[in-house]
């Protein structure tokens, strides 16, 4: 079924992230900040978080173990923390290996096929996790330095071309660097690093740092901005909307009563010259078009007008 803009659902959306930066920066700290989290820690680093901001967490060992667990009563939580995606990754290539032979090399590495195959299974994980368990999902992968010419750049850690795979599968994406003093998260590409901007949350934002007493609660706050944000952009289309069936139910009926060549040439003139909302060009347009052919009139573009043509005659403006 074909949606308008304005169909976007108004209620609190799920929120897919991506966390970024060197060890020991704070990413898991960060990403526990979430609304109501479950550790899904597959790097087995929960005891290097402070012990204030841990949460309940999972340690599965295998892919397998780790699909199991979800399955259980997952009703408590809002968001799944995925420490880290390298880690899961990982994880993801053991199983694919298993199913085919043919994802690994004989050194045990994966083969090209067996990327495609990681790929895939990523995103049918994220897929479950979003759309099924209905669940914000934050993604944690440490960053790696790459040359570019003179440059040094700073990319998630990730063999081959599944990084590409594992950026289509968020909506917001931030690398987090120590700026003086400070801690930041930024989410507008730039030289130094790609990241992904969405739902209004951009630019480089500072991360408060934590003394036992304050509310680890960054991103539980981040991810309402996004929701508020989702919001006011539903209340513009809901506006739009009005102005846009107004001007439909003044412009399709002046379309069925025309009858003549004036009539279409001042019609012609009238949808050229309105301030088009949403989709509403398209659709007049095409409405015209078929009242056109009704009449059994075409356009001379030699001419520059309307013209009587036979039955057997193509119409087309």
């Known amino acids: 079924m074909i949606k308008k803009p304005n169909e976007l659902i108004n209620e609190n959306q799920k929120i897919r992230m991506l966390i970024a930066g060197y060890p020991g920066i704070g990413k898991t700290t960060l990403a526990l900040s979430a609304p ?17 901001a841990r949460k309940d967490f999972i340690q599965p060992n295998s892919y397998e173990e780790l699909i199991e667990d979800l399955k259980g009563d997952l009703s408590d939580y809002e968001t799944l923390v995925i420490d880290t995606g390298g880690k899961l990754l990982e994880l993801m290539k053991n199983y694919v290996i298993k199913q085919d032979v043919k994802n690994a090399k004989k050194d045990g590495s994966l083969s090209l096929q067996g990327y495609g195959a990681v790929a895939r299974e990523f995103s049918r994980f994220m897929d479950n996790c979003y759309y099924n368990l209905r669940k914000n999902i934050v993604i944690v992968f440490h960053a790696v330095e790459e040359k570019d010419e003179e440059q ?12 590409n795979t594992v950026w289509q599968n ?30 209004g949350i951009k630019g480089v934002m500072k991360i408060p740092e934590l003394d036992g007493t304050k509310p680890n609660d960054f991103l539980t706050k981040l991810f309402q901005l996004a929701n508020n944000n989702i919001k006011k952009e539903a209340v513009f289309f809901e ?3 009005k102005e846009y069936e107004k001007l439909m139910n003044e412009i399709v009926p002046q379309i069925e009563k025309m009858e003549t060549k004036e009539d279409l040439t001042s019609m012609t003139k009238l949808i050229k010259e309105t ?26 573009s030699e001419k520059k007008e309307y013209e009587k043509v036979s039955n057997n005659t193509d119409i087309a403006e």
Not at 155 to 162: A, C, D, F, N, W
Not at 279 to 293: D, N, Q, Y
């Open 170 to 199: 968020v909506e917001i994406g931030g690398f987090m660097e120590i700026i003086g003093k400070k801690k930041t998260i930024g989410f507008d590409n730039c030289e130094r690093y790609f990241a992904k901007a969405s739902f």
């Open 239 to 241: 506006e739009q909307k």
């Open 275 to 300: 301030n088009h909302i949403l989709t509403s060009e398209k659709e007049l347009k095409h409405k015209f078009k078929e009242k056109v052919a009704e009449l059994g009139y075409q356009w001379n």
């Open 36 to 52: 109501k989290p479950l550790l899904v820690d597959v790097d087995l680093g929960i005891n290097r978080v402070m012990a204030s």
């Open 152 to 163: 040094t750049k700073l990319r998630i850690l990730v063999e081959g071309s599944t990084k």
